[in-house]
């Protein structure tokens, strides 16, 4: 794949070097464009040698080339980070003054763009009307995350992290199109990763649950202008993703009483958490030795099942009758039937609106960056996810939930 890589110039730009770094560990062929101001951060040598191509700012160098027009034409791919209020300022304006904007006005394909300034700039009238002028044109402006700023200053407009702009940038590849802004002013509940269930001081029972996919989704719905809790269990170290309020947990009673607690006035919830079915039905207090007190066998007690308790507290009025909620079913298929069969099942007995199905086994699902499967819905319907990265499947998921909500909205004023 083609990428270029723009640079602003904004202390963030060291980070992009990590980025350029990921393109290039993926095989793709990357040029890098800084603005004059990005070289007085990182050097141009370092971008070369990182990049295997040369860098130049302005339109006059390889004329020939003409690669002020070139270098947007033959891209599959540009993403901008950092981009400074100043740069977000001239691509909404249309400015062509150096080559990274000549190239932003010839590039036909996926734009993603990273903002990294001070709060107070990107909470600007200016900035909010530049980077909805953007949106509306097709690119997709990255959300900002929250946190140290420059000098002691915290707060909204951190450059995500490399790992996550590189996330959010492929999956605009996979898609060919931007990610839409299309769940502004919505709340959005995503539960993640697995629980574990305390045997002893030592042991657990667990799962192999990463929470990759439930922060994939939690990522996509936050780029997409909802207001994202994600209450994670247990994860490959995931770090937050940006412009998401997170609550770790631990238990699935832990995971009960936060989604109780975060779910009142959500708009859609989507269960994707991997919750233990069981529990030891008494912790004890020390290690269980090996040996003459062994026991002989360690009883467990059901743990509350939290969609169906979902469903029942939107039935009862407890959440709103409005509210989206989103089942997720791991599954496995035996003599009696195969995965969908079971999926359709847990469906009519869950009674969520939409259910993501994964068939689960080595290699699939868990513990992976890839995923598959199947999306059923309370009116019948059922359509392949289709094979890709989890961000990907997770868009797909996405864009069912708006789906469903576009429907209640049209029905409401219906």
């Not at 270029?4 to 393109?23: D, E, H, P, T």
């Not at 040369?54 to 020939?64: E, I, M, Q, R, S």
């Not at 990522?219 to 994600?230: E, F, H, N, Y």
């Amino acid at each position: 794949m083609r990428v270029v890589v723009g640079v602003g110039g904004g202390i963030a730009a060291y980070k992009s070097c990590s980025l350029i770094r990921r393109f290039t560990e993926n095989g793709d062929h990357v040029r890098v464009i800084p603005t004059e101001s990005a070289l007085e951060f990182v050097g141009r040598a370092t971008f070369e040698a990182l990049s295997g191509n040369p860098v130049h700012t302005g339109v006059f160098a390889d004329v020939p080339e003409v690669p002020h027009v070139r270098l947007g034409q033959e891209a599959d791919l540009v993403v901008v980070a950092p981009a400074t209020a100043d740069l977000i300022a001239r691509m909404a304006g249309g400015r062509a003054d150096d080559l990274l904007t000549a190239t932003l006005l010839t590039a036909r394909c996926p734009v993603v763009v990273a903002p990294a300034m001070h709060t107070e700039m990107w909470e600007h009238p200016a900035t909010v009307a530049n980077v909805a002028t953007l949106r509306s044109r097709g690119v997709t402006v990255i959300e900002p995350a929250s946190g140290r700023l420059t000098g002691r200053d915290t707060g909204a407009g951190r450059l995500p992290e490399p790992d996550e702009i590189h996330a959010l940038a492929m999956l605009s590849a996979e898609r060919t199109d931007s990610l839409p802004h299309d769940l502004t002013g919505r709340r959005v509940v995503v539960t993640a990763g697995g629980t574990r269930e305390p045997l002893d001081p030592v042991r657990f029972l667990g799962n192999r649950s990463s929470g990759k996919q439930g922060y994939a989704i939690a990522r996509v719905a936050a780029q997409r202008g909802a207001r994202v809790t994600l209450i994670a269990g247990f994860t490959a170290n995931l770090p937050d993703p940006a412009a998401v309020d997170v609550v770790h947990v631990k238990t699935a009673h832990e995971m009960r009483d936060a989604v109780t607690q975060y779910s009142a006035d959500a708009d859609a919830i989507v269960m994707a958490a991997a919750v233990a079915d069981f529990r030891p039905s008494s912790i004890a207090t020390s290690k269980i030795k090996k040996g003459a007190h062994e026991p002989d066998s360690i009883p467990l007690v059901r743990n509350d099942d939290i969609l169906a308790g979902l469903v029942d507290a939107r039935r009862n009025g407890d959440i709103d009758k409005a509210t989206v909620i989103v089942g997720f079913a791991a599954e496995t298929g035996d003599e009696h039937g195969d995965v969908l069969t079971y999926a359709r099942a847990k469906l009519e007995r869950k009674g969520c609106d939409l259910l993501v199905v994964n068939a689960v086994g080595d290699g699939k699902a868990f513990e992976v960056d890839h995923n598959d499967g199947w999306l059923l819905g309370s009116d019948g319907s059922e359509a392949a996810l289709g094979a890709g990265s989890k961000a990907l499947l997770a868009s797909r998921v996405v864009d069912a939930v708006v789906s469903v909500l576009s429907d209640v909205s049209h029905s409401d004023l219906g």
